[in-house]
Nanobody
Framework: VQLQASGGGLVQAGGSLRLSCEAS????????MGWFRQAPGKEREFVAA????????YYADSVKGRFTITRDNAKNTVYLQMNSLKPEGTAVYYC??????????????????WGQGTQVTVSS
């Protein structure tokens, strides 16, 4: 599946952004999806994951309670709603997909496909 992430931008601390990741190609509804981020000089880290139907989600402790991952299989799109953003959230955010109807995945190596990334910058 080909993935196209969008929605990044510059926001003040405490603000909100919604990222979108639109898929094309293979049947999107057969994919577990995830969001990761990579800050300058740091390794890529897990942010959130969702199973194929949207019934199960999982979050990194650093974003729990502030970020929400959802999906719309009719639109072949997964979303990441980010509220109460912090400066340490500045990073390139990537969406990823894995062909699976078994659950969600929190490690990058599990995923088959990656989007190109969208920059999120949170100013203090």
């Amino acid at each position: 599946v080909q993935l196209q992430a969008s929605g990044g931008g510059l926001v003040q601390a405490g603000g909100s952004l919604r990222l979108s990741c639109e898929a094309s190609g293979r049947t999107f509804s057969s994919n577990a999806m995830g969001w990761f981020r990579q800050a300058p000089g740091k390794e890529r880290e897990f942010v959130a994951a969702i199973n194929w139907s949207g019934s199960s989600t999982y979050y990194a402790d650093s974003v729990k309670g502030r970020f929400t991952i959802t999906r719309d299989n009719a639109k072949n799109t997964v979303y990441l709603q980010m509220n109460s953003l912090k400066p340490e959230g500045t990073a390139v955010y990537y969406c990823a997909g894995k062909v699976s109807r078994r659950g969600y995945y929190t490690y990058a190596g599990a995923y088959d496909d990656w989007g190109q990334g969208t920059q999120v910058t949170v100013s203090s």
